[in-house]
C-alpha cells in the first residue's frame, strides 16, 4: 500500500490513477481527465484501517481543498461515482466521525440525482456535474439502463439519507427498488438491461459478471446494512438466487462449479473474473440467515471460490484472466487473447476474505498469500502496481495502469485475510461494491444516523 499510494502522490497526485511504468497520470480512465483524485478518495479507508496515518492526512488535506465536483463538465458514471466517491467518503467518515467527509459525499450526490430523472426513476447511466444533463451509453442495448449500475446504488445511498437527515436518497432507492420488484421476471432471473422509460427489459441476458454482478450484492447486502429489517432485499435475492441456481449454475466435466452468462436460453460456458465475488456472497447469504437456502448457499460458495482459485492457479503467472471458459479440452482458462489479461480485479482475494472470515479453513489465506507472490513477481513496477495483457506469458507485458480499485479493494481484502476478526468485523460492517466498509444499523457504534 505505501509502494502504490507513493508513487500515485509522487507521480500523478489530484489526478485520478497512475500510470506506475511510465510514471505519469493515467487520464483514460473511467473518470477521464478531471482531476478527481479517485486513487486518493478510494485509497483513504485503506489507508486509515492500516493505520497508515500520515497518507490518511495527506488525503484528507487534498478532499478539504481540492475536491471540487461543481465544474467538471463532462459525462460521469452514475454508478462508478457512487461506489467509490460517495462510498469511500461515507466510509471515511463512519470510521473517523470527521464531517467534512460526509458533506463531501452528500455533495457530490447531489450532483448525481438528475440522472433519477426519468419516468421509471431508473436512473441514466451517465450524468454532467456542470449541466446535469443525463443520458444512457450509446452501445447498452437500445439505450437502457445497466442492471449492476443502478442496482448498486442502495447501500450508500440508504445510508447517505440516514447520517444526512435528507430524505431523498433513500426514497430514490426504493423506486428503484420498486419498479425491479414489479417488473416481469422472465424465469425469475433479471436481465441486464432495462428501458428507464418504460420499465422494460430489451435484452434476455442475464449474468452474474459484468453487467449484472453488484445488483445481487446489493439486495443481500441493504438487508444486512439495515440490521436486517429490509426484509424485501433479503426475500429478492433469495428468490432470484434460487432462479440463478436452478439456471445459470454449471458443473464442468472436471467437476468444477460455475456460473455461466445466459443469453436467449443459451448458456455461454464462460464465467467473468468479475463473477468470482459470488463465493463470498453465497457464503454471507448462507451465514446471515438459517433457511432452506444456507446449505447449498455454502456448498455453492466453496465450489464458486475453488473454481476462481483454479483460473488464478491454471496460468503461467498464477494470476487470473478477465474471463474463462469451460469447453470439453479446457477449464477455467482463457482461450480469446481478448479475455487473457489481468488488470488488478480483486473479486477473488474478496471471497477468499470473506470465506476465511466464515469457515476459518486456512487454505483461503494460503491461496491469498499465492496472489500476493504473484502480484509482487509480475504487477510490481517502480512506481507501484499494473495490470498484464497476458497472463498465460512467462514475461507477461504490463498494461502501465494502477487502477484506483487496487487500493481501495485488491490491497484491503489482502490486509484484511490476514488480520484479526475484529478489526472490521463482518457482524458490523458491510463492504460496498468497491470494498468500502459500510457500519451496520444497530450493531455498530460508528453508525452515526440522524433522525429524520
Not at 510514471?23 to 492500516?50: E, Q, R, W
Not at 461506489?83 to 448525481?112: N, P
Not at 476478526?421 to 460492517?429: A, H, Q, R, T, Y
Request: hydrophobic residues 35%; aromatic residues 12%; contains cysteine.
Amino acid at each position: 500500500m505505501k509502494h502504490a499510494w507513493g508513487g500515485y502522490a509522487k507521480y500523478a497526485w489530484g489526478l485520478n490513477e497512475l500510470k506506475p511504468v511510465s510514471k505519469k497520470a493515467h487520464n483514460s480512465s473511467v473518470f477521464g481527465s478531471a482531476p478527481l483524485g479517485a486513487t486518493i478518495v478510494d485509497g483513504m479507508d485503506t489507508l486509515y484501517i492500516m493505520g497508515l496515518h500520515d497518507e490518511f492526512r495527506q488525503g484528507r488535506e487534498w478532499i478539504a481543498n481540492n475536491l471540487n465536483v461543481d465544474n467538471i463538465n463532462m459525462d460521469l458514471s452514475v454508478f462508478e461515482v457512487n461506489i467509490r466517491f460517495v462510498g469511500g467518503l461515507l466510509s471515511c467518515y463512519a470510521l473517523t466521525g470527521d464531517t467534512l467527509f460526509r458533506d463531501k459525499a452528500e455533495h457530490i450526490a447531489e450532483k448525481l440525482l438528475p440522472a433519477f430523472q426519468t419516468p421509471t426513476g431508473i436512473p441514466y447511466a451517465l450524468v454532467n456535474f456542470k449541466t446535469g444533463n443525463a443520458k444512457n451509453y450509446a452501445w447498452a442495448s437500445a439505450s437502457s439502463s445497466i442492471l449492476s449500475e443502478f442496482g448498486t446504488l442502495h447501500l450508500e445511498f440508504a445510508y447517505l439519507s440516514d447520517v444526512t437527515g435528507n430524505k431523498i436518497y433513500r426514497e430514490k432507492v426504493e423506486q428503484i427498488r420498486d419498479t425491479l420488484k414489479n417488473a416481469p421476471k422472465p424465469k425469475g432471473l433479471y436481465p441486464n438491461y432495462l428501458n428507464p422509460k418504460n420499465g422494460l427489459w430489451t435484452q434476455q441476458h442475464m449474468s452474474m459478471g459484468g453487467l449484472g454482478d453488484s445488483f445481487y450484492e446489493y439486495l443481500l447486502k441493504s438487508w444486512i446494512q439495515s440490521g436486517k429489517t429490509d426484509v424485501e432485499g433479503r426475500e429478492m435475492f433469495d428468490e432470484a438466487m434460487k432462479a440463478v441456481l436452478k439456471h445459470m449454475l454449471q458443473t464442468s466435466p472436471g467437476g468444477l462449479l460455475y456460473i455461466s452468462d445466459l443469453k436467449y436460453d443459451k448458456l455461454e460456458q464462460k464465467m467473468d473474473a468479475l463473477a468470482c465475488f459470488a463465493g463470498g456472497l453465497f457464503g454471507l447469504g448462507s451465514t446471515t440467515l438459517d433457511n432452506d437456502m444456507s446449505q447449498m448457499y455454502m456448498r455453492v460458495a466453496e465450489g464458486i471460490t475453488n473454481t476462481c482459485h483454479e483460473a488464478y492457479n491454471r496460468s503461467t503467472t498464477k494470476l487470473a484472466p478477465e474471463s474463462f471458459r469451460f469447453m470439453e479440452a479446457v477449464e477455467a482458462k482463457a482461450i480469446k487473447t481478448s479475455d487473457k489479461y489481468y488488470i488488478l480485479r480483486p473479486e477473488t482475494v474478496e471471497s477468499y476474505f470473506t470465506l476465511w472470515r466464515l469457515t476459518k479453513d486456512p487454505k483461503y489465506r494460503q491461496w491469498g498469500w499465492d496472489v500476493v507472490e504473484a502480484l509482487e513477481k509480475y504487477c510490481k513496477a517502480e512506481a507501484g502496481y499494473s495490470g498484464l495483457r497476458n497472463v498465460y506469458t512467462a514475461q507477461p507485458t504490463k498494461d502501465d495502469v494502477q487502477q484506483s480499485f487496487f487500493l481501495a479493494e485488491m490491497l484491503k481484502y489482502l490486509y484484511l485475510l490476514f488480520s484479526d476478526d475484529s478489526l472490521i468485523s463482518l457482524d458490523e460492517w458491510v463492504f460496498n461494491s468497491e470494498a468500502h466498509p459500510l457500519p451496520i444499523k444497530n450493531h455498530n457504534a460508528f453508525y452515526r444516523g440522524k433522525q429524520s
